[in-house]
Structures are given as structure tokens and as C-alpha cells.
């Protein structure tokens, strides 16, 4: 029932756009922190950005400045716009939402940065 589906990733160049969409379904949206990890090829899946129930955001280091998050509870959406991409930012980047002991995770969209 509880279903997280990733958008938006594709094929871009060094430097340019890309906004991912994460539109749930299953779930009581709005009472979830949200997350965007990602998995590079041989690494570990790692934190990208979290936004909390009031929309409250943090992301790591890595992005700050040039990545963004945000929600549309109506929608039961998040996104995740990046900006000034890197081609070691290449990965699968997945959907994550959170609540007390319950979480879920999309399937992931793949972004990948290379000219």
C-alpha cells in the first residue's frame, strides 16, 4: 500500500539542473520527515537532505548552497532541486520518509552528471 515513487533523474551535464519529485502515497504525508539519500557505484548510501513535518530543512555539507528541498503536503510530494551538479554527485538517489518506527523507501531514480 505504502508507496514512495522517484521522478526527474536523468542524464546531465557538469554543472547543470536537475529536480527530483517523490510522490507518496500509503502514508499520513505531512506528520513525515522526509529524506533524499544517494548511492553512488561501490559507496554507501549517504544523506542528501531531510525535511521535517513543518518544513524545517538541513542537507549535508556537500550540497549546501547549491541543493534544495521542499514539500507539498497537498500534493504528498517532495523535491529535491539541484543545482550545479557535479559528476561525482552520479548516483541513484532515493526517497525516504520516517515517522516514529515506521520507514519507507522508493525505489530510486538515477542522476547521472557526465558531459
Known amino acids: 500500500q505504502v508507496q514512495l515513487v522517484e521522478s526527474g533523474g536523468g542524464l546531465v551535464q557538469p554543472g547543470g539542473s536537475l529536480r527530483l519529485s517523490c510522490a507518496a502515497s500509503?502514508?499520513?504525508?505531512?506528520?513525515?520527515?522526509m529524506g533524499w539519500y544517494r548511492q553512488a557505484p561501490g559507496k554507501q548510501r549517504e544523506l542528501v537532505a531531510t525535511?521535517?513535518?513543518?518544513?524545517?530543512?538541513n542537507s549535508a555539507d556537500s550540497v549546501k548552497g547549491r541543493f534544495t528541498m521542499s514539500r507539498d503536503n497537498a500534493k504528498k510530494t517532495v523535491y529535491l532541486q539541484m543545482n550545479s551538479l557535479k559528476p561525482e554527485e552520479t548516483a541513484v538517489y532515493y526517497c525516504?520518509?520516517?515517522?516514529?518506527?515506521?520507514?519507507?523507501w522508493g525505489q530510486g531514480t538515477q542522476v547521472t552528471v557526465s558531459s
Open positions: 525516504n520518509a520516517h515517522w516514529a518506527t515506521l520507514a519507507y
Open positions: 500509503g502514508i499520513t504525508f505531512r506528520i513525515y520527515v
Open positions: 525535511i521535517t513535518s513543518g518544513g524545517s530543512t
